[in-house]
């Protein structure tokens, strides 16, 4: 009864942290038009908040610098339970340009925090990360919340 | 009170209702628009393993060049494969894709061909903007209608609808200010053009005793059988027509730079020696001041150096026409330069 009446607040309401780690803020821009009248991310029930002891889901952009290596993880366990990773774009997925030859990124995300998944794109267009959260974010939420329980 | 009536009435509308409790944007604006690049696709069968697109490609981990593996019949086909995690979709892979039809597509820019228009012909017309009067004549008289275009208040011929029929050289008033280029057998033309400068050249030092008499502000004419010059230009390159717009051409442009010498003058002071840039110049006890011509860069610094007048400078200028009896004469004008002596 009780996990019933969470997971459908759960599913209605989602709390969303943005996280760049080190990348060209081209995804970032792309979450931000989410946020516009033509997208209107709010309409869905998703929120942005920016904080990541308010959120349940984690958009990682980026691809990982140096000094975000033991910070990413930091803010993964700073998030409340239940939570969930997106990794939003091509960088924290394979490091995209940035992981040339001698460069000095650390990709992939998953490396360092558990990634629920994925957007692929450079960047991704803004209805195929709306399409993301809405189909993962919900059920996956749901399910680590029974699962602590 | 009206405007609490008012807010009732709006709200009690079925259409508002309606549309509050299924807010959502419209899909037709959510969705990819036709136009939109998306990943490439890959065609397999048309693949050569040229490797362009994976050397084209910014990112590392995008596209991969794989090969199947071979059957008892046949070799394993070689194609990419592109990872759309690391795919950018900037579609440079399409781009440089060089079989026909493409093996990799993605979205249509790539496609965009301009059409071939180039005709079979030998000649390019230009216009030479530092002797353009634009008076758009050429404009005007254009047989393909828009081939000859003003832009930027520069009057430019497009050389992708340009049909090379030469009416525009025909109107122009200027002479040079429309040019008709010769694009092929640039080597031949260029050896052409050395014949006729050193044909000139020498034309000129034969008749050194001449020059050396011209005094300040006279002229000196001198008339230059030009036919044994075509003849020799027709063992380089038998075409007529190239070897008279070559040495038409060049004849009017050319500005030859004449030095004399007159030992008699000459006190073998040395100054000379020195000054020259190009060591041309030489001193030695036995023969005094000597002047070697295939190093001279003809630069007038020895003129304007010697202080006894033994060196002179003149200026030759040049006019190809024909002749009275039917051949052809290069009409050549020799004047005393205008470059001040050192004092």
């Known amino acids: ?33 989410l946020l516009s009248p033509r997208y209107d991310l709010e309409q869905y029930g998703i929120y942005v908040h920016n904080n990541p002891r308010e959120a349940d889901v984690i958009l990682v952009t980026g691809a990982i610098a140096e000094q975000w290596r033991d910070k990413l993880q930091r803010i993964y366990a700073k998030t409340p339970e239940p939570k969930i990773v997106v990794a939003i774009g091509n960088c924290p997925l394979t490091g995209d340009v940035f992981n040339q030859e001698g460069g000095n990124v650390h990709a992939p995300a998953s490396d360092f925090i558990p990634v629920d998944a994925e957007v692929s ?26 699962q602590k329980l | 009170m009206s405007s609490v009536i008012w807010y009732l009435y709006e709200f009690a509308r079925k259409s508002w209702a ?51 593996v071979d059957s008892a019949h046949e070799q394993g086909i070689t194609y990419p494969v592109i990872n759309n995690r690391g795919c950018i979709r900037c579609g440079f892979c399409a781009e440089v894709c060089p079989t026909d039809p493409k ?9 965009i061909r301009e059409k071939f228009t180039i005709l079979p012909v030998d000649k390019k017309y230009v216009i030479d903007d530092y002797l353009c009067i634009r008076c758009k004549k050429c404009m005007k008289t254009c047989q393909v209608g828009d081939a ?37 057998n640039v080597d031949e033309q260029k050896e052409i053009i050395n014949l006729v400068v050193d044909t000139l050249e020498a034309e000129i030092e034969a008749h050194e005793e001449d020059v050396k008499k011209i005094g300040e502000g006279e002229v000196f004419k001198l008339d230059m059988d030009a036919d044994d010059l075509i003849e020799k230009a027709r063992g380089i390159l038998p075409n007529e027509e190239l070897i008279h717009d070559i ?39 036995e023969e005094g001041v000597v002047r070697d011509p295939d190093k001279c860069l003809k630069c007038s610094i020895c003129y304007q150096t010697c202080p006894f007048g033994a060196i002179g400078y003149y200026i030759a200028r040049f006019l190809f026409k024909p002749s009275e009896n039917g051949g052809n004469i290069i009409h050549i004008t020799l004047k005393t330069s205008d470059l001040p002596v050192r004092s």
């Open chain 1, 1 to 33: 009864m009780l996990d019933g009446l969470k997971d459908i607040i759960r599913k209605s309401s989602i709390h969303v942290c943005l996280v760049n780690t080190g990348g060209c803020n081209g995804c970032d821009i792309e979450i931000v038009a």
């Open chain 1, 121 to 146: 794109g450079c960047p991704p267009r803004p209805s195929e990360i709306l399409e993301a959260i809405l189909t993962v974010a919900p059920g996956a939420i749901a399910a680590r919340g029974r």
């Open chain 2, 18 to 68: 309606q549309n509050f409790a299924a807010a959502k944007s419209n899909s037709e604006i959510m969705d990819k628009p036709s136009r939109f690049r998306d990943y490439p696709k890959v065609h397999k069968e048309y693949c050569i393993a040229c490797g362009a697109c994976t050397a084209a490609c910014p990112a590392p981990m995008a596209i991969k060049l794989v090969r199947d």
């Open chain 2, 103 to 111: 093996t990799l597509t993605c979205g249509e820019n790539h496609l």
């Open chain 2, 148 to 184: 000859i275009i003003q832009e930027d208040n520069k009057i430019l011929i497009d050389q992708k609808k340009c049909i090379s029929c030469g009416e525009c050289l025909k109107t122009c008033p200027v002479k040079g200010a429309i040019k008709g280029i010769h694009i092929a």
């Open chain 2, 247 to 285: 040495i038409e051409n060049i004849t009017d442009r050319l500005k030859l730079r004449i030095i004399t010498w007159d030992k008699n003058k000459c006190v073998d002071c040395g100054l000379c020696v020195k000054e020259c840039p190009s060591h041309a110049i030489s001193f030695t006890k």
